[in-house]
């Protein structure tokens, strides 16, 4: 199938104009497939045009009452001629359900054998499940109804009703775009209640009904507090009408923004212990996909390269709503660990792009766009927007451009028109900087001089981007300094800096305010394994944790630096997103891929004294959670790991935590002290989804020939396995101390791996080419390998970007090596 490009999306929109779509879905045909016809309503103002189809039989095509010749379609179109001003386009077909978390997904529970059905439509897997004109920007009502086996229950984006056994009506709803209907069915566990009018559910298998429960007030008091807090904002109440949030099997992204019917991953219901941090970024995903009710369901981006419509505002808005109307107050703080790590790498990457107008030119492509940039850049953007404008000014824009566009879609022209107008600044300047080119700076503070300076590095086009934000001195864990400002050339003097006392450490853009790279001085690197426990603001902690990050990964800062400070720093963090988030980071990234092989197990040693540290004199349980899962990836104790998979001498929260010690068997099986048939005992003992999947990625981390053989055979060469087994596998399989074992594969990942497309969708293939990527044997070979399979031109768009990004991060590791190398 070739995939929508936007020349053709706009074409079509300009000549077509959709009134109604009556969808009727049967999904009691069995497991592989399921019924569709689509009753398409609609203007046309040429006499040509073609819907997107993609079935697997088709029973009746008519147009006008007239029947069509199957062979029309072609390639995923159905060419409709001789059009009227008023048409209606009837299809009836078989379409097939996915395993890959596509389309409309199909899963089996292992636990009672329930099977569960839910709708992803993103990006362009709508005519998977009905025939429609496939765009954002061609919107339309949807009055949509299912059958289904009789003890199913039906969601979707209007409220559902059973009207007899097995069938069930949806309430007709208002203009939708076509990637963001759905129908979630299966034998749900269900907990609901209304709030300000509005009925609010959450749902999740029967088998997870246990955790579903215990978690339900935490959730729907959220999202109580969101709608209250988003009212307020926007002055537009919430258009949808119900507002349900599934909590689906092998979801491929954190959650959708479906109207009425958001789907969640639901590894999210948390079995056992969660951490502050977990909860937090569930947290987060709520308020985001609330965000997206307005920003992206109420308001499209009229084509993808608008994408920063929806994300960048869900992004921002999540994190002001969380501080502002959660418990979790602290959200800015996760951002700059998670969201900002992973932006700051996406810059680094040759994919980089600006946050607006970037070229999606079709539909497979645009794909690439949800990365680092769209989000966590876009947000950082907005704070600028604010900090440039003034906080009123932002809201009154936001509210206009919701008012103007609601049901219908917008462009980056139509919104800074809306800002424009209440700011009464001309944003021409400052849109150019910061929204259509891309690259990031790096901001430096010379205490002697009083001097801050802002650089970009030469890959990127030089323009000058204002920087609004703070600079904070620390001495002895007192705040020496603090002081706010804009710069907006290469240099600029700074007196306050002169006139304020000298500090141990100085760290640019301290509150998070900016996109930026903190350039710390050589005299605030030396101090920070001492002093950057003892600075009193985690804010200011996280971007000095970046700052040491962002270093390491351009090879400025030796991650001996990053592992010392670990070893002093770290055991006496108290925020635990900071905790967690480097903690994997050093076990993810520093060790493996920037340490020489010679040094990992020292490296895996620091990390586990750490740990341990941190264990003993954890004061919450929220620090022992982290502690413990970090003790047990790197500690060599099989004393301690083989007591704690008994059960004995874990803290109460641990005993009986089944995904705790799939934590534990998983670095057992790493390591080799465990067999098949020691997993397999602790499989039986977990008959879930999740015990599953973790049951397969610990066969694959054993150090055994037979044991990544019979891996890459799964993971390459099994058309059954659904996209979570995969990535169970494909995450697990380079995690060995013994590079021979694995270094055979390294040529055979840039074969098998894109020749898995076609099988798999583009969005769950993306994620899989990323995991395999052999991205921890750092050497000449992988990387000629990897720029050999660049150069061949039969790789899909999901591959070649995941590709391009993993080489970007291998690059980092050579260079880190070179410029580091190991002594002694
Ligand atoms: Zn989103």
Redesign the pocket.
């Known amino acids: 199938m070739s995939p929508l490009t936007r020349t053709e999306a706009q074409q079509r929109a300009t000549t077509i104009r959709v009134s109604r779509m009556v969808v009727a879905l049967d999904l009691d045909q069995g497991p592989e497939t399921f019924g569709s016809r689509a009753e398409i309503h609609f203007e046309a103002t040429a006499p040509e045009t073609f819907v997107d189809l993609r079935p697997v039989g088709v029973a009746r095509l008519e147009l006008n009452g007239q029947d069509l010749d199957p062979a029309a379609l072609v390639d995923g179109r159905l060419a409709l001629a001789g059009l009227e001003p008023s048409n209606v386009l009837i299809v009836e077909a078989t379409m097939a359900y996915s395993r890959d978390g596509q389309g409309l997904h199909r899963s089996v529970d292992p636990a009672d054998e329930e099977a569960y059905v839910y709708g992803h439509l993103f990006l362009d897997a709508a005519p998977t499940v009905f025939a429609c004109f496939d765009q954002p920007d061609i919107k339309a009502p949807y009055a949509v109804s299912v059958r289904a086996p009789a003890d199913w229950r039906v969601l979707g984006n209007g409220a559902a009703t059973r009207v007899a056994e097995g069938c069930w009506e949806l309430a007709e709803t208002p203009p939708l775009a076509t990637y963001f209907v759905t129908v979630c069915a299966g034998p749900w566990a269900s907990v609901e209640r209304e709030h300000d009018g509005i009925r609010l559910g959450v749902h999740s298998r029967r088998s997870l009904s246990e955790a579903l429960e215990r978690q339900a007030d935490s959730l729907l008091n959220a999202t109580a507090d969101f709608f209250d807090y988003y009212h307020e904002l926007f002055g537009i109440r919430y258009p949808f009408g119900d507002y349900h949030q599934v909590f689906c099997p092998e979801f491929n992204a954190g959650a959708m923004?479906n109207p009425g019917c958001v789907t969640i991953r639901d590894t999210y219901l948390f079995r056992g212990s969660a951490t502050h941090d977990e909860l937090l970024t569930r947290t987060n995903t709520i308020a985001?996909?609330m965000a997206?009710m307005w920003f992206?369901d109420l308001v499209t981006m009229t084509w993808w390269d608008d994408l920063w419509l929806?994300?960048s505002f869900?992004?921002y808005l999540a994190h002001r709503a969380c501080v502002a109307a959660s418990e979790y107050a602290d959200a800015w703080v996760d951002s700059t660990m998670a969201r900002k790590l992973w932006g700051h790498s996406a810059e680094r990457s040759p994919s980089s792009h600006p946050v607006a107008g970037s070229p999606a030119q079709d539909a497979q492509t645009a794909l690439n766009n949800f990365d680092g940039i769209s989000?966590a850049k876009g947000s950082a953007v907005l704070r600028q927007l604010i900090a440039h404008i003034g906080d009123d000014a932002f809201v009154a824009g936001l509210r206009d451009h919701l008012q103007r566009n609601s049901f219908g879609n917008a462009d980056l022209a139509g919104f800074l028109a809306a800002i424009e107008r209440e700011s009464g600044s001309d944003l021409s300047g400052w849109s150019h900087a910061w929204l259509e080119t891309a690259g990031i700076d790096t901001l430096h503070v010379h205490q002697d001089t009083g001097r801050v300076t802002r650089s970009t590095p030469d890959r990127f086009a030089k323009v000058s981007r204002p920087h609004t934000f703070d600079i904070a001195g620390f001495t002895s864990g007192t705040a020496v300094f603090r002081v706010t400002g804009t710069i907006d050339r290469a240099t600029r003097k700074w007196p306050e800096l002169l006139a304020a006392d000298r500090a141990e450490v100085v760290i640019p853009n301290a509150s998070d305010l900016t996109w930026a790279v903190s350039g710390l001085e050589p005299e605030s690197l030396a101090n920070l394994p001492d002093a950057l426990a003892s600075i009193p603001d985690a804010q200011s902690r996280a971007v000095a944790w970046l700052a040491l990050i962002d270093g390491m990964h351009e090879a400025r800062i030796d991650p001996r630096l990053l592992m010392r400070t670990l070893t002093m720093a770290w055991p006496l963090e108290s925020n635990g997103s900071i905790l967690g988030r480097v903690g994997n980071h050093v076990i993810t990234r520093a060790i493996p891929v920037f340490l020489p092989p010679a040094e990992q197990p020292g490296g895996e040693e620091a990390m586990a004294t750490a740990a341990r540290r941190l264990y003993d004199g954890a004061t919450s349980a929220d620090h022992r959670l982290i502690a413990a899962r970090l003790l047990a990836a790197t500690s060599g104790d099989e004393t301690l790991l083989r007591s704690w998979l008994d059960g004995i001498d874990l803290p109460p929260e641990l005993v009986d935590d089944s995904d705790f010690r799939w934590f534990v068997v998983r670095a057992m099986s790493r390591r080799g002290l465990l067999d098949e048939q020691g997993i397999e005992s602790f499989r039986r003992r977990d008959e879930s989804l999740a015990g599953q999947q973790a049951a397969l990625a610990a066969r694959a981390l054993r150090p055994t020939a037979e044991a990544k053989e019979w891996a890459w055979s799964e993971l390459t060469g099994n058309p059954a396995r659904s996209n979570y087994e995969l990535n169970a596998l494909a995450g697990a399989f380079w995690q060995t101390t013994d590079r021979d074992l694995v270094s055979p594969y390294v040529e055979r990942y840039f074969t098998d791996v894109p020749g898995l497309a076609g099988r798999l969708g583009e969005d769950a293939l993306g994620t899989v080419a990323a995991l395999a990527y052999p991205l921890p044997l750092v050497a000449s070979r992988t990387l000629d390998l990897s720029r050999a399979a660049l150069a061949r031109d039969t790789l899909s768009p999901a591959v070649r970007r995941s590709i391009v990004d993993a080489q970007a991060k291998l690059e980092e590791g050579l260079a880190s090596r070179a410029a580091f190398p190991a002594t002694g």
């Open positions: 923004e985001h996909e997206h992206g929806n994300e869900a992004e989000y």
